[in-house]
């Protein structure tokens, strides 16, 4: 009979790329696995997938109530639903998971997708980063099986937890197709539109840029961007698509001039980080302008994808012009991109999950 897993994440499932990979990827190989999410007021009908799925409603929306009652909601669930593993996605699930294991007395695997103290709504406030660096401590204790995104971040945990940590990247599936560039050119963001992503600064950097931004994504700094949009009179010139699904996301990925990966230095968890996206864009084949953070900067110096830049307005604008106006740096970068597009896929990352989980 084959193990059966669940997997608890604080998103909306049917956005959240690696997950779906991961869940996609053990059921393939013979698991049973359930992956539970949030069902949001604008959540779209789940596609028919090879796993099953199951998505709560939380009264609150956000801040410690809403955690509480996140964690509450799964403990609750678990009591009728019996797994042979338990995944706990980052900190913000880890509660309930450390709770259902102590009574089932099962594993309990730990996705670590950011490092949350770190984080930039967190790093700031003493008492918050207190409460969930105790709540890493323990799981990353109790954890049978811990795996996180980066390199960076695996020598972080192995270092303060003295414990074994391994690596499973966010690399998406291999791409057999390309696109033309749309016409006229558009940079493309995608991802969260939270504190700390640079897109205040990319939609001032657009002022005296000839293309168009599109901002694929929603999130609380939304209302923050519209306006500023408004203010410098860019609404023809920044498009809000807010989310879009997966498969319209790499057509619109893929038709775009380059891509956007620019993170604030606010806390560990963005400095350390390797995002979807950076892996998104080489896949689609197009270049992108990134932060100069350590994981970038060591996969840029392997395959040079990205123009690296900080996150200032003026190095933004002129990484964008230069994308636009020089042909020579443009075609070189895409070149790379499509050769580093044969190496960073989840193919080559799944192998490694599938072991780890085998072990167990």
């Not at 996609?24 to 359930?34: D, E, F, K, Q, R």
């Not at 323990?138 to 099986?145: D, E, G, N, S």
């Not at 966010?170 to 493309?188: D, E, G, H, T, W």
């Not at 038709?255 to 604030?264: E, F, K």
Request: some cysteine.
């Amino acid at each position: 009979m084959a193990k059966s897993i669940v997997f608890t994440v604080t998103t909306d499932i049917s956005h959240d790329q690696r997950m779906l990979r991961t869940a996609n990827s053990l059921a393939s190989a013979g698991y049973a696995v359930t992956l539970v999410g949030r069902l949001l007021p604008g959540s779209i009908e789940l596609p028919s997938l090879p796993f099953r799925s199951h998505r709560i409603k939380c009264r609150f929306r956000k801040g410690p109530l809403f955690y509480l009652e996140y964690n509450l909601r799964l403990v609750t669930w678990f009591f009728s639903h019996r797994y042979d593993i338990y995944g706990a996605v980052d900190a913000d699930t880890a509660l309930a998971g450390l709770v259902t294991v102590a009574w089932r007395r099962k594993p309990l695997v730990y996705d670590a997708h950011e490092l949350f103290p770190e984080m930039p709504e967190v790093v700031n406030r003493p008492l918050v980063k207190s409460l969930w660096a105790l709540l890493e401590k323990i799981v990353f204790k109790r954890a049978t099986l811990a795996y996180t995104v980066s390199g960076s971040l695996v020598t972080y945990f192995q270092q303060k937890y003295r414990g074994p940590v391994h690596l499973v990247r966010n690399m998406p599936v291999r791409q057999l197709s390309a696109s033309l560039p749309a016409s006229p050119p558009y940079f493309i963001y995608q991802g969260a539109l939270n504190v700390g992503r640079g897109l205040e600064n990319t939609i001032r950097a657009m002022q005296g840029v000839p293309a168009q931004l599109v901002i694929c994504g929603t999130g609380p700094l939304m209302p923050q961007l519209v306006e500023l949009t408004r203010e410098l009179e860019l609404q023809n010139k920044v498009i809000f698509k807010g989310n879009v699904p997966p498969t319209d996301l790499s057509r619109i990925t893929a038709a775009a001039w380059a891509g956007i990966m620019l993170l604030d230095n606010q806390g560990l968890s963005y400095y350390y980080s390797l995002a979807n996206k950076f892996f998104d864009y080489v896949q689609a084949g197009i270049p992108q302008v990134c932060v100069p953070f350590p994981e970038y900067v060591e996969l840029n110096a392997h395959h040079e994808v990205a123009l690296l830049v900080n996150n200032h307005v003026e190095e933004v604008r002129v990484a964008l012009l230069t994308l636009l106006q020089e042909e020579e740096v443009y075609q070189k970068l895409q070149r790379n991109c499509l050769q580093a597009r044969e190496e960073w896929t989840w193919e080559t990352e799944e192998k490694h999950l599938l072991s780890l989980y085998a072990g167990l």
